[in-house]
């Protein structure tokens, strides 16, 4: 197990012992105009699975489900609420090994 010297591991190490059953539909929506207009696109940098992604030919945000830890931090910091989350069907979603 990989810890610093505080004896912590690193976020990236807890990601690595998770389980992630995805459903093929997503659990989570966006309201592509709010977006579109949206200057901060602050859920990019806030999604500590980086699943937020903007496509770099249209410009467009992108969110890829299948990665989600269920954290909630994109619903609750967008601040023009586009962000539709609910959790995943049951049996599916993030299984915590490890903490
Ligand atoms: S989800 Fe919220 S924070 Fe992210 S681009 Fe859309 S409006 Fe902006
Ligand atoms: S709930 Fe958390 S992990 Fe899932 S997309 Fe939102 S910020 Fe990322």
Not at 16 to 44: G, R
Request: aromatic fraction near 8%; charged fraction near 25%; hydrophobic fraction near 30%.
């Amino acid at each position: 197990m990989a810890v610093n010297k505080a004896g912590i591991m690193k976020i990236e190490d807890k990601v690595a012992l998770c389980s992630i059953k995805h459903h093929k539909d997503s659990h989570i929506q966006l309201d592509e105009e709010a977006c579109k207009n949206c200057e901060t696109k602050i859920c990019v940098i806030s999604c500590p699975a980086h699943l937020y992604t903007i496509e770099p030919e249209s410009g467009k945000l992108k969110v890829d489900h299948t990665g989600c830890l269920e954290c909630g931090t994109c619903k609750i910091i967008c601040p023009k609420r586009a962000v539709t989350w609910k959790y995943p069907e049951p049996g599916f979603g993030i299984y915590y090994r490890y903490g």
